[in-house]
């Protein structure tokens, strides 16, 4: 089982940056794959990006391809989401997820293990 912080959220204006990481405890964070899931107020949870836990795949919404990179760093058991151009759209709160199994990687549902969500604010 693996615990999941994250961290890195803030308030940011239209066209800066942000980085979210992700805390993973538990030693085999190296075998999960990962992903960034964000809900804004009033909307439901959806999918940004995920990563396999080898890295060789990763996933992004459209409305975030070109903007957002996911990255993770294994040794240091951290997920990243590089978040440039923000927009005020993407105002909401962040979440990680994780999960030992094959998942489909959009899919909330196939997530077990979630952080406890960062809050992104995007001021226009």
């Known amino acids: 089982q693996v615990q999941l912080v994250e961290s890195g959220g803030g308030l940011v204006q239209a066209g800066g940056s942000l980085r979210l990481s992700c805390a993973a405890s538990?030693?085999?964070?190296?075998?999960?794959?990962m992903g960034w899931f964000r809900q804004a107020p009033g909307k439901e949870r959806e999918f940004v990006s995920a990563?396999?836990?080898?890295?060789?795949?990763?996933w992004y919404a459209d409305s975030v391809k070109g903007r957002f990179t996911i990255s993770r760093d294994n040794a240091k058991n951290t997920l990243y989401l590089q978040m440039n151009s923000l927009k005020p759209e993407d105002t909401a709160v962040y979440y990680c997820?994780?999960?030992?199994?094959?998942?489909?990687?959009?899919?909330?549902?196939?997530?077990?293990?979630w952080g406890q969500g960062t809050q992104v604010t995007v001021s226009s």
């Open positions: 990563s396999r836990w080898n890295s060789v795949g990763t």
């Open positions: 538990g030693p085999t964070f190296s075998r999960y794959n």
């Open positions: 997820a994780g999960d030992p199994s094959s998942v489909r990687v959009r899919m909330i549902e196939d997530y077990h293990y």
